[in-house]
Nanobody
């Protein structure tokens, strides 16, 4: 089993920035793909970005430019930097890990963009 714990969400004003963190623990190993997804109220969960254990990053087309995914392998942590936040970025952001045919999800962290 793999556990994923997100942190870093909160209330931020439009134009602000946030860095979300997701720490993996348990039976972690390689290869893997870790990603960030988000789900806004009344909408389907959507991919924001993902990174492989080899360091390859992929972004959803609509997320390119303001979102940056990165990893700290020593800390088993993946980050999502979000800049120039907009009200439409308001959502629960979830961490995801694919490893050896299994998929794991974190509990999510709420990001609210409002003045």
């Amino acid at each position: 089993q793999v556990q994923l714990v997100e942190s870093g969400g909160g209330l931020v004003q439009p134009g602000g920035s946030l860095r979300l963190s997701c720490k993996a623990s348990g039976s972690i190993g390689s290869p893997y793909v870790m990603g960030w997804y988000r789900q806004a109220p009344g909408k389907q969960r959507e991919l924001v970005a993902e990174v492989t254990s080899g360091g390859t990053t992929t972004y959803a087309d609509s997320m390119k430019g303001r979102f940056t995914i990165s990893t700290d392998n020593a800390k088993n942590t993946v980050y999502l930097q979000i800049n120039s936040l907009k009200p439409e970025d308001t959502a629960v952001y979830y961490c995801n890990r694919l490893q050896r045919g299994y998929e794991y999800w974190g509990q999510g962290t709420q990001v609210t963009v409002s003045s």
